[in-house]
């Protein structure tokens, strides 16, 4: 049974940084990439970070390109993202999520090559 955790959310000051971590387990964690999203009430849940299975290929919303890192524990099957400068616009829900495809072979950016969900953690930025 896939299981996905988030925590790290909370309250910051804008300018400041946070780490969120996802902790998975039930499957094969190495095997697959891993994606963040964040979501605010009303709106659809957007694309935030994703990373490779082996770790060796990123991608970023153009929002958060060059403040946000995604990384890839294997060994301790734990994704993370690193988030610096948060603005008040990065205040939202964000979730971990498994990509659905085993080893895919580029890594995955669209909220539908996901199929698992972490239950999301908020993060607060105040201005």
């Known amino acids: 049974q896939v299981q996905l955790v988030e925590s790290g959310g909370g309250l910051v000051q804008a300018g400041a940084s946070m780490r969120l971590s996802c902790a998975a387990s039930?499957?094969?964690?190495?095997?697959?990439?891993m994606g963040w999203f964040r979501q605010d009430p009303g709106k659809e849940r957007e694309f935030v970070a994703a990373?490779?299975?082996?770790?060796?290929?990123?991608k970023y919303a153009e929002s958060v390109k060059g403040r946000f890192t995604a990384s890839k524990d294997n060994a301790g099957n734990t994704v993370y993202l690193e988030m610096n400068n948060l603005t008040p616009e990065d205040a939202s829900t964000y979730y971990c999520?498994?990509?659905?495809?085993?080893?895919?072979?580029?890594?995955?950016?669209?909220?539908?090559?996901?199929?698992?969900w972490g239950q999301g953690t908020q993060v607060i930025v105040s201005s």
């Open positions: 039930g499957f094969p964690f190495s095997e697959f990439a």
């Open positions: 999520a498994k990509d659905r495809q085993r080893r895919r072979s580029w890594t995955p950016t669209s909220r539908r090559d996901f199929g698992s």
């Open positions: 990373i490779k299975w082996g770790g060796d290929s990123t």
